[in-house]
């Protein structure tokens, strides 16, 4: 403390008439000087005064015909200054930008092409219209059926067996399908609702992938969350607006 308010006498220091730095904010100052602080280590901002601790240095290195250097000034310190007010001396991590919260975005794409995946593996082995058997022959149901003459064709009951087996043989699909696609749907919905994705987003990626799971419509989604995936993570830009965004 250098003085008192102007007009009091003596010279103008901390206190004046506008500005009070008392407290705990006047403590942590002192304390600084007297670790060994110098008054050219201060920075004063219209609200808060700024100061490193630690050895600044400074590495330069070359790269082909240019030069650059690192320069690292220490653990940085700031004590707020405002009038009746008591400091809020933060550690470095509090001036850091806040963590990112988590980008499904990629979960999502990528669980719901996995769906659409296991649902066309399952249908190009088995659904109602063929089937195929152990041999990797593709077989119509229509042998199944009875024929023009009311009858069913020779070995139908083999024929049936080779239908179910093929049933049982791709359920693994159908209930992975299910499950991976209920994940992407629902990492979706997650990213609406968390403020990550637009409602125009969300709307069709929920489309797509519930088109995914026709018959018709399964290449479609594919081509649409794998060239989705593909876009957003070689280029790191969202194929859509994000929230907040022009």
């Keep these: 403390f250098m003085g008192r308010n102007p007009g009091e006498g003596g010279a103008g220091g901390y206190l004046n008439d506008s500005y009070n730095f008392t407290g705990t904010q006047a403590f942590s100052m002192f304390n600084y000087f007297k670790n060994g602080g110098s008054m050219s280590g201060l920075s004063f901002g219209d609200t808060e005064v700024t100061w490193y601790t630690g050895t600044a240095t400074q590495d330069a290195y070359r790269m082909g015909d240019d030069i650059f250097s690192d320069i690292k000034l220490g653990i940085i310190h700031k004590a707020r200054i405002a009038k009746n007010s008591w400091a809020e001396i933060r550690t470095p991590s509090y001036y850091l930008p806040p963590p990112k919260s988590f980008d499904w975005g990629h979960v999502g794409n990528t669980m719901t092409a996995g769906a659409v995946t296991y649902f066309a593996l399952e249908k190009s082995i088995y659904s109602k219209y063929h089937w195929v058997d152990a041999k990797g022959i593709i077989k119509s149901t229509q042998l199944l059926e009875k024929g023009a003459n009311g009858k069913y064709v020779r070995g139908v009951q083999g024929f049936r067996n080779g239908y179910m087996a093929a049933g049982k043989a791709t359920s693994a699909y159908s209930i992975a399908g299910k499950v991976v696609g209920a994940v992407g749907m629902g990492a979706t919905v997650f990213q609406y609702f968390d403020g990550q994705i637009t409602g125009t987003e969300a709307s069709v990626d929920l489309a797509m992938g519930a088109i995914g799971f026709t018959g018709w419509g399964a290449p479609i989604s594919l ?21 907040g965004e022009n």
């Design 223 to 243: 081509a649409y969350f794998s060239g989705k995936f593909l876009y957003e993570y070689s280029t790191g830009r969202s194929l859509f607006t994000k929230p």
